[in-house]
């Protein structure tokens, strides 16, 4: 069956994105980014997880296309690359909040 507008590939590259956020770290860090630029060292206090753990998170979402890197001296700040995330969150809160339990 064919369905006009639906594209196999453009449904691998969103689920890529969402299984990025897939985690509740990951949507903590993504919350904390889109409010600010942070470097990990910060980003591992807010998580409650070892500075690790947080660059894998981090590198989930960089390949994934959602936050960009910069090195400033031997400290790697993150920020939210897409605008959009804030809606998206809001559209997630409006769904989990109708949700049945």
């Known amino acids: 069956m064919k369905v006009e507008g639906v594209n196999r590939k453009r449904s691998e590259d969103r689920s890529k994105v969402i299984k990025a956020l897939a ?23 807010l998580v409650g997880s070892d500075i690790s753990t947080v660059s894998k998170h981090l590198a989930v979402m960089k390949n994934a296309g959602l936050v960009v890197a910069r090195k400033e001296g031997l400290r790697q700040y993150y920020r939210i690359c897409c605008g959009c995330l804030t809606d998206f969150f809001g559209c997630v809160d409006q769904i989990a909040e109708s949700a049945p339990d």
């Open 23 to 45: 985690h509740p770290s990951r949507i903590l860090l993504a919350e904390a980014l889109s409010e600010k630029e942070c470097c990990v060292q910060d980003l591992t206090e």
